[in-house]
Each structure stands twice: as C-alpha cells, then as structure tokens.
C-alpha cells in the first residue's frame, strides 16, 4: 500500500509542476494574439512549427498509412536540412532554403484515423485543439479526407489531403482548407479508357465490385462513363462494404452474369483479397461471349500489387505516380527514399511528401503562416520535379492537373518491387475538366 | 465525512463541480483541451445509462452503440431537416432512441443471460450492416451522414436563420463546438447523472436491483419482472440516444462504425472498469478508457525520447524499447492489462478500490479482514 502512496505523490510532483508550466506560459499566449493577425494555433515567436501527420495505421488501407508516416518523416527531415535534401534538390520554383519553414524548426505529430471518418476527426481534432498543429495532412481513404476537410474549413487549419481519389474531395465536397496533389477517379477513367479500348475492343459487358463509400461511388460513376463511351455495356454494379475480407459471395454471381469484365472499385487489402478470389475463382481462365474474361482495377498502387503477388499479372489499372520513372525528381526521391528504408516508396508516399513540400514552400512564398495568405500561395501554384512532370494547382478546385500513368501488373518482374509496368503516361491536357461538373463551393478564406 | 456523502445532493454538488472544472484539473495531465472533455463527458452519459441496465438489473446488453448510433443519426437528421439548433435535435434523439429500445427490449427480454447478451449483440450488429448496406439513403453508408449547404432546415427558414459560411451546430447562437460545446455536454451529463441517482434511490430502482439478485423469487412474491426490465432497457436507450446526439452535436457527422460491436463492448469495459452498479464509476470507466484511447495512443516515439532524453542514451534506448510497444498503436495492450488486473484483483472496479482505500484511512488495520467479504464479483454493489 505504500508503495501506491508514493506513486500518487510522484506524480502529483509531476502534474503540480506541468501545471507551474502551463500558468507561466499561458500569458506568452495572450501578449503575442494581441498584436498579429489573429488565426488559430499560430506559432507566433516560438522556434518550431508543428505539422500533424493524421493516417491509418490500423484497418484495410494500413499499409498505405505506414508507408505515408514515413514519406512524411523524411519530408521533415528534409525541410530541416538534414538528409540528402531530396526534393527540395530539384522543385522548381523553390521558395524552401532547408532551414525549416520560414526560419522554424519543423516538429510533427501522428494520429491513427483507424480508417473512420469518426476516429480521424477526433484525432485530428486533438492534433488541433491539444497539440496546437499549424497544418494536417493524411489519408488513404476519401470518406475520411472529406471529413476531416471540412473539420479543417471549420477550425480554419489547412488540410493538405494524402491519398484520396474520390471525386468528391475537389468535386462536391471541396473545401477553401483542403489541397489535393492526389489524381481522382475521373482522371483514371479518362485516362484508362482508351488504352482499355485498344487492348480488350469496344464490345464488353463490364461488372462492377464497388467499394461502399463516396470514393466507390464516384469511381464506379467514372468508370461506367467513360467505358459507355467506347460502346461497353454495364450489366451490374454490386457495392461491398469497405474492409469485407471475404468476397467470395460477391464474385460467385459474376461467374453467370453475362459480363467479360470485372472491374474491381477496391483499395488496399479489398483490393488485394477481392483480385486474389477472382483469380482463385478461375475468371481469367474463362471465356465469355466468345472472349477471354478479363480484370480491370482502375487504382492501382505497388504495394497493393505486392500484396497480390503474381495474380496481378497483365491487369491494368492507373497510378498516380510509380518509382520506376525516370525523370529527376523521381530519381531523387527514390534515392533518399530508399536510403532511409531500404526499399522504393509507394505513390502514397509520394503524394503525401510532395503534399508536405508543397505547403511549406507556400508559406515560404507567403513569407507567413496565416491560412488565407498560404492558401493564396498555393492557388494556382504551377511547378516541376517533384516526379510528375509539369504540375499545376488549379485555383477553382484546389485539384493538382499533372499527367496520369496507365499501368499493368508486370509480366517478368525483375525485382520484388518491379510488379507495375508503364503502359501509357497519359498527358494533362486529355484528364483536364471543367470544375464545374462536380458542383461544390470552396466557401471562404477567413473563418 | 461518510455520513455527510451519503446526503444525494451534496454528491451531486460535488459531481458537478469536478466535472465543470474539469478543463482546469486535466490541464496538466495533457487532457484538457475541448475535443476529449466532450468526449468525456458524452461517453459518461452512455455509460451512466448503460449501468442503470447492467449495474442495477443485471441484463449484460452487448448491443448498446446500436441506441448511440440511432441517437446520432436521428441529431444529424433533424440538422438538416428542422434547424442547426441542438434542442429539437437532442430531443428527437432520446424519442427515437426510445421507440427503437423499445422495441428491441421487448423482443430480446424474452430471454435472460447469454442468450440476452447474444440476441442485443445480434441486433446491434443487424443495424450495423443495415447502415452499411440496406439503409444507405438514410445513413449515407460509409462516408457518413453530414450536414450540408443544401438541406432544408425548416424551422431555421422560417425564423430566416441563415447559416452563412461554415455549418456549426447551435444552442441559440453559441457554437457547440470548443468549450461552449463542452459545458452544454457536462451540463447534460450532471443532469443524466441526477436521474441516474433519482432512479437508483427510488422504489423502482430497488425493483431493478432485486431483478439482480434473484429474478425467479422475484416472481414467486407475485411480481411480473419483465416491465421493469423493460423501463430500465429503454432508458438506459434512451441515455445512449442522449450520448449520440451530443456527438453529433459536437461534430456533426454521424457514421456507422459508431454501432460496431467493439463501441457496444467499449461501454461494457467503460463500466466494468468504474464499477457496475455504482453511481460515479461509469463515469470514471469511460473517462479512463477515452484517455487511453485519445492520448496514449498518440505517444510516438519522438515523444518518448523527448520525455526520457534526460538518460543516458544508452538507457535511454532501452526504456523507450520497453515502453513503445504499450504506447501509440499499442495502446490497446496497456488498456488490456489495466483491465485485467482492475477484474482480477478490484472485481467491484476502481470504485471498490477507492472503498479498500477509503477503509483503510479510516479502520487502520482492519482493512483485510473486510475486503475478503466485499471480492465476490457476484455480489451486488452498493450504490455509492
């Protein structure tokens, strides 16, 4: 018993003097809103800035997560000089001098989303309100990215969105805080219908397995589209909930459908579990309407790929960004990359670290912290190397418009981590849209 | 000091206090800051409601994030058809909580024991996937029922209250959010936490608390038990209704996982980990957990050589390689062992410590003797 009497006595040491802490720092806090222009979490005459790195690290999209916490730690590393540089080698035009944001040291924080938008709103809310965060940044899944990006219009703390393809997220839910340097579904239907058209004819009857959120949604919406357009037939569209596990029962039905194509609207291990059954199933062994049935899945990422091992072979899909290109920025973050981990990085942790480069450069460029004047900064940004070519933030949506990759699981691998192949690196100009399409208003830049 | 506790409103008094200051005393321990004081405070008010079912009639439901679910659809639906205000929210909640309780109570109190823990987890589990799947138009699935620009919002059009800018939730233009979010919660939860006392006090709480003890002599004195297990069944709905309007209050935005059955198991643990059948424990439960859950799981490993760079570094890397896998993502591990060692050696939870404790200041050293007669976790609890 006693030795609980101590401890109880140590730690109200600790709290008293936390407290002490707290009550001699707070007036800092009241002298320097006095004079500045007031906004939250503004870090004022402190020597460090703190970023808020929000990803999944548990559920369906969590290796996605994991490979993005370690984008972003190197992105910090980075920006306070240390490593090789990376990125900051060859962006054009660069306001970043290494020397943190604006003369402050760059300090992060980290959140699990849990890959629910309820958990991820209540971590980015702590990463807010407790840690006094300047910028968030995250994701992996849209419904999430739209939740918390109105979190961020709400608090008035800018949201620099990671992996996110929905349309909806610069579309009818785009907001003045959120940023998104990710490509999104109507992009990969644009980009994919062509090269689907060349290799499988314009005669299909396509079957949809669709992941049972807003991202699902609007890529089942692209898809169908954009393959309507070349003359295919849709004969179903099933949703599945987001982190099923088994699709045994959804893919069961497809066997008898009618349909030639199975276009898999999955992401991360659905995306992996959902590919693997088909195969196992015997669908790319079968021969539909006189031809061979064949396997769409219109986003891909490597470490899906890995996940699925060979069963990935020859299906096509679009990618953001992969490590195998050759232009210099990609060569440099796939070098530093690979330093620090020992293996290439995934497109979702080249979205989420060019996403970080890219507000600190802003701010630079702004030459202040304050959310209306970054966001001014980042408006209709146009700049290169950072590994997709000429890349533009479109003003009216805060959409980055960059060339799209159409890939294919590769034939003969030469590494573990050689499993997509570029088939076609479609240019801006055939993905570009009108923004008013989607709908949506970005609302307003004071809140 | 015993005497003087045992007068409610004094209890209540005290209650209310500790949770009003508690932006000032969980300051320095890193949890004072408006998110999680909702969260405290509206995880408390499930788990006050939840033990008036387990704690006084001793019904295990494993189906309770159902009720919180329907509470926060129902809040977020009335955002967007009747008025940004929370009033007419919160009380839409509780009714349709209610019915829905209703309901389920009647069906599921046929049967007793494991086969009515097993029937409410098959319910909750049954709205779950209808949220996912069937009932999309209504919960918008995944992505989450949210208030948008769009919708109609009568009573704010005919008083022509016009949300400009950002959609925040209201109580007659202070915004729910932050701190004014938070004493609108703690309000509620003192006064969840009156009724909670009024009802454990009452004729009829002392009917539920005989449900628990013997059911069938029960009905051999000529009384039908199943009413009353029923009117207990469909208030504690009703206070996890109350919980789920209030997060959607706070953060208007309403998603299926919050009917899970890990978030009906949580409420379990909440209370357990307090104390069932006590009055305060819930709360300290819920209160417990919500901080495991909001600021352990947030230690990376920065932090912790932060906190320990003070030690050589050698020690340094030692103890943070100790200490890492029961932080951050680890977070469940830490709350794991909690939780056994509190149901192993405290079975009456940390309630029943804080009895051992108060004992032994005031008996000295007759403390053992006693505790041997309070383990049994079998026993009903006093109401403290």
Redesign the interface.
Known sequence: ?SGIKDGVSRRGL???G??AA?IGTAPLVFSRRAWAEKFRNDPGNAKSIKLGFNVP??GAYADEGADELRAYKLAVKHLNGEGDGGLLTTMKPKSLKGNGVLGKKV??????TQT????A???A??MI???GVIMFSGGSSS?VA??VQ??A??MGVIFMCGLTHSNDTTGKDKRRYGFRHFFNAYMSGKALAPVLKETMGGERKAYHLT????WGWTQEESIKNSTEALGWKTVKAV?T??GAGDFSQYITPVLNSGADVLILNHYGKDMVNSLTQAVQFGLRDKQVNGKSFEIVVPLYSRLMAQGAGKNIKGILGTTNWNWSLKDEGSKAFVKSFGQEYGFPPSQAAHTCYVQTLLYANACEMAGTFYPPEVIKALEGFKFDGMGNGPTEYRAADHQCFKSVLVVKGNEKPTSKFDLLEVVKEVPRSEVEYDPKIFGG?L??YK? | MAKFLRNDLVVLAIFAVVVLAMPIWLQPLGAGYPDLLQRFAIYGIFAIGFNILFGLTGYLSFGHAAFLGVGSYAAVWSFKLLSLNVIPAVMLSIVVAGLFAAVIGFICLRRSGIYFSILTLAFAQMSYNLAYSVLTPITNGETGLRVLRADPRVIDGMLGVDAKGVLVTDLFGISMSGYSGFYFCAAMLIIGFFFAMRIMRSPFGMMLKAIKSNQNRMSYTGFNTRPYALAAFVISGMYAGLAGALLAATDPLAGAERMQWTASGEVVLMTILGGAGTLVGPFLGAGIIKYFENIFSAFNQQALNQAFSFLPEWLQDIVVGVISPFVGEGWHLTLGVVFMLIVIFLPGGLMEGFRRLGRLFTSGGNGPDRRKAASPAAQPQAAE
């Open positions: 018993m600790m709290k008293g936390a407290a707290a690290q548990t300090e992060y924080v980290t959140g699990d629910k938008s309820d958990a709103r209540a971590s809310k702590r309100e407790k840690d419904g739209i939740a109105s979190l219009q709400e992941a049972d959120y807003t949703r909930p987001l208003e609302g307003p809140v």
